[in-house]
């Protein structure tokens, strides 16, 4: 069963639901399906906001980074409205957000991250979004974007998915295909040097309908470490440990693993005419 994050607080997207209720015993259920073992070479992450990232794929990130991968992160929005006092300045909360994001993503391990600074609360899936996706596609050119599942309206675990996510999940889907890898697309970003570049997969989190599931047993602590990094959100920080490392088990016991990130993929392109560095087994590069 997919543990997405669950209905958002008053302001922000704050602590996903599920991570507040997550109680399943892992041991209680047998292995019925493979950890999913394949990596990028290079993968995107699209978020929203500041934390999505972390709360989202981050312990698979650390997991592809440390097995050799290159990872990049998108956020759309800098979470100026994550917070709860209305008097409060969006741009020094944008900013404070931003630094935390930043703490969050060396942690992780990321080469880089990318602020799009579209408004938080407010993102559409315009083509000015589609654009800016486009040209950090095909800035970073990668194998694989992770983004969350815009067809996740409702969780089936109960809650409202934040229209940010929906937005920026289905903008991230818009520009991957056939956006990013339509020359006419966007025309002048080819004309000015940005090629059509096409990725192959990707991998949709806070799915209601997982496909695979990566285990992370090695790098849920680094999760953990990233998130807390997110000061302004994490209310209960003392807690936090327990309530991912719980989540994590709950998404890792159908492969038998004591930690998990299960995702929905969506394989636009195979690989079999790729070159053997494209896509690399992450247990045997860390075995
Ligand atoms: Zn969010």
């Known amino acids: 069963m997919a543990r997405p994050p669950g209905a958002a607080p008053a302001a922000g997207c704050g602590l996903p639901r599920a991570v ?6 892992p041991a209680a259920g047998a292995a019925s399906q493979a950890p999913h073992t394949w990596r990028p070479g290079r993968f995107m ?11 989202g794929p981050a312990a698979t990130a650390a997991r592809w980074i440390d097995a ?4 990049w992160l998108v956020c759309c929005t800098s979470g100026d409205a994550g917070g709860e006092d209305p008097d409060a300045d969006p741009l020094a909360l944008a900013a404070l957000r931003e630094a935390e994001q930043r703490a969050a993503a060396a942690i992780v391990g990321y080469a880089g991250i990318s602020f799009l ?4 609360g407010a993102l559409v899936n315009d083509l000015v979004l589609r654009e800016l996706l486009v040209r950090e596609i095909r800035t970073f050119r990668p194998d694989v974007v992770l983004a969350t599942d815009p067809e996740a309206l409702f969780y089936d675990d109960g809650g409202i998915n934040h229209a940010d996510h929906r937005a920026a999940g289905v903008a991230a889907v818009d520009a991957v295909y056939p956006a990013a890898r339509n020359p006419m697309s966007f025309p002048w970003l080819a004309r000015d040097g940005l090629a059509a570049h096409k ?3 990707l991998y949709l989190f806070w799915s209601n309908h997982p ?4 285990d992370v047993g090695p790098t849920i602590g680094r999760k953990v470490d990233a998130l807390l990094a997110h000061a302004s959100q994490i209310h209960q920080p003392d807690r936090l440990d327990d ?7 709950e998404e890792g016991a159908p492969i038998g693993a004591t930690a998990g990130e299960a995702f929905r993929l969506i394989v636009i392109d195979e690989d079999a005419d790729e070159g053997p560095d494209s896509a690399t ?3 045997a590069e860390t075995a």
């Open 199 to 201: 990725v192959r997969r």
């Open 20 to 25: 507040e209720s997550a109680m399943t015993d």
């Open 243 to 249: 309530r991912i490392r719980s989540w994590a088990a």
């Open 45 to 55: 992450v699209i978020a929203a906001h500041p934390d999505d990232a972390e709360f």
């Open 281 to 283: 087994d992450v247990e």
């Open 211 to 214: 496909t695979v599931r990566v």
């Open 68 to 71: 050799g991968s290159v990872g």
């Open 117 to 120: 600074h579209q408004p938080d």
